[in-house]
């Protein structure tokens, strides 16, 4: 089972930078498949949005375009996760989540292009960590 812990979270003013930490833990690569993870978040009334993820087996991260140019996701040897986020606004506040899909079914592998913003449906969320940044 996939374990996820964020840290980093808090109070910023706009135009400041932030970054966050996914601890994952129960994470192992299927003979069948890997893993889709990233980071999601969620600003009061709205819903749950993908900001970035990434292909775990290997990759480059893919954005949300509301975000790109701004934040920057990695990824450690330990299959850690952080998120730099830079010249952050207002419209970044939100609670973030750190997420993980499987990328198979079964002994069917998923095609690797379901892992973006858009199409991810995370099966592990973290317990959240709120970034509130002030204008």
């Known amino acids: 089972q996939v374990q996820l812990v964020e840290s980093g979270g808090g109070s910023v003013e706009a135009g400041g930078s932030m970054r966050m930490s996914c601890e994952v833990s129960?994470?192992?690569?299927?003979?069948?498949?890997?893993?889709?993870m990233g980071w999601f978040r969620q600003a009061p009334g709205k819903e749950r949005e993908g900001v970035a993820v990434i292909v775990m087996s290997g990759g480059s991260p893919k954005y949300a375009d509301s975000v790109k140019g701004r934040f920057t996701m990695s990824k450690d040897n330990a299959n850690n996760l952080y998120l730099q986020m830079d010249n952050l606004k207002p419209e970044d506040t939100a609670m973030y989540y750190c997420?993980?899909?499987?990328?198979?079914?079964?002994?069917?592998?998923?095609?690797?292009?379901?892992?973006?913003?858009?199409?991810?449906?995370?099966?592990?969320w973290g317990q959240g960590t709120q970034v509130t940044v002030s204008s």
């Open positions: 129960g994470y192992k690569d299927g003979y069948y498949g890997t893993y889709c």
């Open positions: 997420v993980a899909e499987p990328l198979f079914v079964g002994r069917i592998a998923l095609p690797a292009s379901t892992c973006d913003v858009v199409h991810m449906t995370p099966e592990y």
